[in-house]
């Protein structure tokens, strides 16, 4: 038991790594861009204590106790999932109830442990990211992963343990299964195809859970000796070293992007590899890891990860709904955010995670008898109080839900222009990359110019465009420009207006686009000789990047051709001023690279902006194209 409680010390160490991981990862995803690897942290530590805890009973026993595993499981685990789950439904009723559809399903599949695989047949549309639609609920998936383990592992454990003579053999089997998990992650995942499959699916997560119960069969807890000559404990700290930095190469590392191939293709398992192997090294009484990872604040966070995991997205979410200025106020909003959920955490910890672990109906009969005492005890009724009120309202919540009407949000105005400029672009990029090829004359510029004014005055082209601040010379000019255009839903919603203004440009813009999984995009047209003298870049709305990748993104593009890169107007992200201080950076360090200042130029028209006030309405959209046409035409190559 002394092992196991000093063990329990690091493993609270290590899901405080864990949860601040995550909470990192959603506050700077481009510094702890491997953030979200906490996630297999908390599997692995499962997988690892409750295998060694059945095997410990059925060694000493003979038999496990599944009745009170599920029991114990129960009150740890639901209270304050249901606690989360009322409270939020309260919120949304009366401050958020856009967001009410489908929340009677959502409460019911997370209380059935089935959540991750409604995720994935229900998986929130790319709109709502920018509509104040966002789910406070998305990051539960983990939790149904969790609870299905707990629920049909002691009953895997039993047929293992009866059919398997030794040890080696269930880990072994155990490995396989691991194994084919992640394999079956690598081979589901496809460029630029949605990853909600592969990211919330059981079968393709099991490999974390899996090592760790691995690891139990041939490292249990209780057989591990203390007395250990010198070089094999100097062996043990050693490893750990090597896989706590293995952990944290790929926790900062670009190559761990969770929308790039590698991260699904061996990247999670080799990050669940080293985390199950620091596992066994603080486990191991002669290591000094347990030491390294005990100390108050590990031990302060670590126990109270739990909460702090299931409060944070939530309140991120409701708070910057709220504060839709987070660029501007990126560090304070940030710190009001995490005092909130460390606040929460504190608090359910201390009145709801602890009581409610240790529930019974003895301990229900004394509550009950020190509630009716109510002059010693007034504090016990206004809690009981504000619970009931939380109670009632989020069980309105449920029973409203089902009425409201679900906002197709790929069915609005923005998702359907998407949709039919994304369709347009792919039959115009055929043409131009043909003629592209087929261009090899060019035209005196002085005589591109003459023959603009002269059409200006004789065939006016594009003349209710001259209110928006492009003369009329310039809009003949912009007709023989020829341009490569890459960007994201934001110049995706607008295609049609640019290639009314330079039907020269090739444009090929999409939803949910980054830099980095995109830079490819760049070099397969310059391959295909589509890539023209003039690119324009769109990208920078969807999250930050840093500025190896525009050294990349430039070499392609190389030192003969002009690029242009368009600010971005996303003031309900924090990375909105990082991508326009690093574009502005790159425009100093290349001289081809000029910026298109799209942000400062818009920040005082909200009324160009849908309500997501980031993607231009159909009015904002001929400001942004004959704005973004306008500076392209002041350096542009013909």
Known sequence: MQRKNRFIKGYSGLRALAVIGVILYHFDPN?????YLGVPIFFVLSGYLVTDQILASYEKKGYYDNKRFYLSRLKRLYPQLITLLWASGAYILMFQQQTLAKFNQIVITNLLNIYNFWQIVNGQSYFERFAGNVSPFTHLWTMSIEGQFYVFWPLIMMVLIKFCKTRY??????????ILSALEMAILYQPNVDTSRIYYGTDTRFFALGLGAALAFVWPIRHLNPKINKNDWIILDITGAVSLLGMLWLFLSRIMDPQAAFAYRGGMFLFSLFTTILVAIIAHPASHWNQIFTNQIFDWIGSRSYGIYLYQFPVMVFFEAKFTDMANHAVLYRLIELAIILGLSELTYRFIEKPFSKISLESIRIFIAH???SEKNAHLRIATGMSALILALGTIALIKSPAIKVVNANKSQLAERIKKNRANQEKSNKQLIDKFKSTKKKESKSKI??????AAKNKPVNKEFEKYGISQVELQLAQKVHVTAIGDSVMAGSSDVLKQLMPNALIDAAVSRQLVPTI???DQYKGQGA????VLIGLGTNGPFSMNDVDHLMKIIGPKR??????????SRQWQGPVNDLIAKASAKYK??????WYSYSKNHNDWFYGDQTHPNIEGSKYYSSYITNEILKKAKF
């Open 31 to 35: 510094t702890f861009i491997g953030g």
């Open 169 to 178: 053999r269930a880990f072994w089997i155990v490995i396989g299964f691991s």
């Open 371 to 373: 509630l009716k005492n």
């Open 449 to 454: 110019y003459v023959e603009a004014e002269q």
């Open 520 to 522: 490819g995009l760049f």
């Open 531 to 534: 890539l023209a003298e003039n």
């Open 562 to 571: 002009q690029a242009f890169w368009i600010s971005i107007h996303v003031p």
């Open 592 to 597: 081809n690279l000029s910026v298109i200042d």
